[in-house]
T-cell receptor, first 115, second 115 residues
Framework: AQKITQTQPGMFVQEKEAVTLDCTYD???????LFWYKQPSSGEMIFLIY??????QNATEGRYSLNFQKARKSANLVISASQLGDSAMYFC????????????FGTGTSLTVIP | NAGVMQNPRHLVRRRGQEARLRCSPM?????VYWYRQLPEEGLKFMVY????????ESGMPKERFSAEFPNEGPSILRIQQVVRGDSAAYFC?????????????FGPGTRLTVT
């Protein structure tokens, strides 16, 4: 089974609007972390936000927030007030702390911000 | 504080040649991870190393691929007798420790093209 599923290959959003990128995950480990990375066309992977499985509150980092619904095993990324520079690929990733070391990545969502 | 460095950024090899990809982790980081990103896909874990030790190589192809992280110098991912299917972006990441919340800091990647 896929550990991380991102069902939106491509998304469009108007500049200044908010957009939600979907991510669902599958794990039996009670202790895990969820991450979102941005990959612009230049190719580097940029860390955006982290949510731990035991965190009581949804993570926020500036314009990024993570809508964490543990029972549904979803960790959607919300980008508020989209900017042209937000156009990029976005990857959701998970790390299972009891098994350890690697990240599991989804297939990504390509976001295009329209002026 | 320099980030994770990878070189070369782009590498072209003919079928049957060897490819050597280098990764210098962030200063003070002793944990290194290699990932491969095939076109239109997310990153897939290959190997996790600490200085002088391979900790987890569950994602490494059984043949032609090897990795090392010597006590002095960068981590090297070596691909012998490359084939067209090895064409991909190879990312290195490093972390300070393997504590649960520890994100992995990614390098810019090496794009390998096999002709």
């Amino acid at each position: 089974a896929q550990k991380i599923t991102q069902t939106q290959p491509g998304m469009f959003v108007q500049e200044k609007e908010a957009v939600t990128l979907d991510c669902t995950y599958d794990t039996s480990d009670p202790s895990y972390g969820l991450f979102w990375y941005k990959q612009p066309s230049s190719g580097e992977m940029i860390f955006l936000i982290y949510q731990g499985s035991y965190d009581q509150q949804n993570a926020t980092e500036g314009r990024y927030s993570l809508n964490f619904q543990k029972a549904r095993k979803s960790a959607n990324l919300v980008i508020s007030a989209s900017q042209l520079g937000d156009s990029a690929m976005y990857f959701c990733a998970m790390r299972e702390f009891n098994t350890g070391n690697q990240f599991y990545f989804g297939t990504g969502t390509s976001l295009t911000v329209i002026p | 504080n320099a980030g994770v460095m990878q070189n070369p950024r782009h590498l072209v090899r003919r079928r049957g040649q060897e490819a050597r990809l280098r990764c210098s982790p962030m200063k003070g980081h002793s944990h290194v991870y290699w990932y491969r990103q095939l076109p239109e896909e997310g990153l897939k874990f290959m190997v996790y190393l600490q200085k002088e030790n391979i900790i987890d190589e569950s994602g490494m192809p059984k043949e032609r691929f090897s990795a090392e992280f010597p006590n002095e110098g960068p981590s090297i991912l070596r691909i012998q007798q490359v084939v067209r299917g090895d064409s991909a972006a190879y990312f290195c990441a490093s972390s300070l420790s393997t504590g649960p919340e520890r994100e992995q800091y990614f390098g810019p990647g090496t794009r390998l093209t096999v002709t």
